[in-house]
Every structure is written in structure tokens, then in C-alpha cells.
């Protein structure tokens, strides 16, 4: 466990490096992504009554915290791969569940600071938010969730351009066909039954209940066993990766 702890503080430590050249950039224009997904829901109006404004402005900032960070970690993976780059971390004694953490964690911590100021906007538009104890938690396990989804994605594509389209095509599915940004009533029930499985929905619930102060039991035993899941498939990749047949 100290091991553990250890190789990923040192990995998130890289990381760090590697992005705090455009954390401006990027604290700036995530809460703008949020405005803009506002307005353009406003105009085709589904803001008119206060539900559907919820659900556009969580579902929005669902995807402008963890969109960022599921595709980052896909497209990361994917290059290293191409370039040789994990060849190098195969030759340190850490782990894929290790580098992976690394990442989640350094894009964690920028993320906080844009999960706060995106509250703000909402707070700033009237929108019903009541903070409680269980956002923090709720916004660990959209970025171990997608991050698992997005190593996935960028463990198994052959090449940069199928990453690309895979990590594209399952965000648009998840955020356009899903009850993330849209109201369940406004979907057809049968969509509803099958996304409701999806890691995006079920992050996006999370966060909506620890925003609108109503975490019940059902919301904590759905995030319980999408963290499992989430963990379960980190560790698979984990131990079949490739690099670990180099290193044999």
C-alpha cells in the first residue's frame, strides 16, 4: 500500500509538470463551456421550467469536469502507446493501476478549483444548489469512473485516430442519448431503461443529488457498485497490459 502511494504521488507529480503550462487556459475556458452549453439549451428551450434547467446545468458540468480528464487519460495512454512512451514506464517498477491513479489525481486537483467556480455561475443564475458533504466524493468517482472508461478506450484502439473517434462517439451517446443534461421524461422510456447503466448517467446522478442536497441510499448503493466496477476494470488493464509480458 505504501508502494502504491508512493509511485502515484511521484506519477501525479510528473503530470503536474506537464499540464500546469495551460491550467489557465483551461480554468478559464471549462466554466465558459458551461455558459455555452446554457445558452445553447436556452435557445432550444429546455430551460423554461426549473427541472430542465437543473438537469442542463449538472449534465453540463458533469461533462466540463470529467469530459476533459476522460479524454485526456485516452488520448495520453494512446500516445505513449504509439510513441514508445510506455516502454519507458515499463521499465519503472510501477504499475498501470499506479500511472493511471497518478493522472486521476493531478487532474483532480486541477479540476476543483473549476468545479468551484462553475457552482458559482450557477449560483449566479438562480439555480437551486445546496451544497453538501458528499460533492467532493461524488466528483472522485466521476474521475475513477471515466478514467477507467477512458483507459479502456485508450489501452485497447490500434491507433491515435480510432481513440479519438471512440472517446468522441461515447460522449456524444452518453451526454445526447442519456438522462445526464436531459430530463428522463423527455427521452423515450426503452433510452432510459438501457443508459441508465452508463457510468456518464450515473455519475451525473451523483453529482446531481450531492448539488441538490438529496443523497439517498439508492444514490449510494449505485455510486458503491460503479466504484467497483470502475476499480475492477482499472486492475484488468492493470494486469494485462502488454508491458508486462516486456518486462517478464
Known amino acids: 500500500m505504501l508502494r ?13 509538470s506537464e499540464i500546469r503550462r495551460g491550467l489557465y487556459f483551461r480554468w478559464l475556458v471549462s466554466p465558459l463551456f458551461t455558459v455555452g452549453f446554457l445558452v445553447f439549451f ?21 461533462l466540463a469536469l ?5 479524454q485526456m487519460l485516452s488520448q495520453d495512454i494512446a500516445w505513449l502507446k504509439r510513441t514508445g512512451g510506455l516502454d519507458y514506464y ?3 517498477p510501477i504499475s498501470l493501476l499506479e500511472l493511471t491513479s497518478g493522472f486521476l489525481l493531478a487532474e483532480f486537483v486541477v479540476t476543483v478549483p473549476i468545479a468551484a467556480v462553475t457552482l458559482f ?9 445546496r451544497m453538501t458533504i458528499w460533492f467532493l466524493p461524488a466528483l472522485l ?5 471515466l478514467s477507467a472508461v477512458g483507459l479502456a478506450i485508450g489501452v485497447l484502439s490500434p491507433d491515435m485516430r480510432t481513440q479519438n473517434l471512440l472517446s468522441q462517439l461515447y460522449l456524444y451517446i452518453a451526454y445526447l442519448f442519456a438522462p445526464v443534461t436531459i430530463p428522463p421524461e423527455l427521452l423515450p422510456p426503452w433510452l432510459v431503461r438501457i443508459m441508465r447503466y452508463s457510468p456518464v448517467h450515473q455519475v451525473a446522478d451523483f453529482i446531481r443529488a450531492s448539488i441538490q442536497g438529496k443523497v439517498t441510499t439508492d444514490t449510494l448503493i449505485w455510486a458503491g457498485i460503479l466504484t467497483m466496477w470502475s ?18
Open 231 to 248: 476499480l475492477g476494470l482499472l486492475i484488468l488493464f492493470g494486469r494485462f497490459l502488454p508491458w508486462r509480458q516486456r518486462r517478464a
Open 42 to 62: 436556452g435557445l432550444l428551450g429546455l430551460l423554461d421550467d426549473q427541472r430542465g434547467a437543473f438537469y442542463a446545468f449538472t449534465g453540463s458540468v458533469t
Open 121 to 129: 455561475i450557477g449560483y449566479l443564475l438562480d439555480i437551486p444548489i
Open 66 to 70: 470529467i469530459g476533459g480528464p476522460f
Open 4 to 16: 502504491y502511494v508512493s509511485n502515484t504521488y511521484f506519477i501525479a507529480r510528473l503530470r503536474w
Open 141 to 145: 468517482l466521476a474521475h475513477i469512473a
Open 90 to 92: 515499463a521499465l519503472q
